[in-house]
């Protein structure tokens, strides 16, 4: 909880400009990781591009459930163009939904399961944050928000 809200709501408020809909992979929500669990971010964004193609989306704009509050201006940037990542936090980013398959090609066939490797390997654009991106993973980091 962060102002007295699920940091969840957080980040479908950060998103919700720049997007048609918002959903999240995992934790019941229906969405699950691909091909499997257990792989961290780079399942659930996979699980997430297949969900949008399954529904007619050309792409999506993703951000982890734990962070708050972002730079002025990066969504925006990111949503102009994609495949695009933010290499400070490469979960936030902006893929292809097309590319869901080969995503899954990619977790199943590389020892680098890093959001970071996918977003090089497909050539995405490098974004910058411009600016400190607040990641809550412990009570001290919530803390200091």
Do not use: K, Q
């Not at 704009?61 to 962070?67: E, F, G, K, M």
């Not at 400070?88 to 890093?114: C, F, K, M, Q, T």
């Not at 390997?121 to 803390?143: F, R, T």
């Amino acid at each position: 909880m962060f102002g007295g809200r699920p940091l969840a709501d957080h980040a479908r408020e950060l998103l919700r400009p720049h997007v048609t809909d918002t959903v999240i992979v995992g934790r019941g929500s229906g969405i699950v990781d691909r091909p499997g669990p257990d792989l961290g971010p780079l399942g659930g964004i996979a699980g997430a591009l297949s969900h949008a193609a399954a529904h007619g989306y050309a792409s999506v704009l993703t951000i982890a459930c734990d962070v708050p509050r972002l730079p002025e201006g990066l969504l925006a940037t990111l949503a102009r163009r994609a495949p695009a990542y933010c290499p400070d936090a490469p979960v936030i980013g902006h893929w292809e939904s097309a590319a869901a398959d080969r995503l899954v090609a990619h977790i199943l066939a590389s020892p680098r399961r890093s959001v970071r490797g996918w977003a090089e390997a497909i050539g995405a654009l490098p974004i910058p944050a411009g600016g400190a991106i607040p990641n809550v993973n412990a009570p001290e980091d919530l803390a200091a928000l």
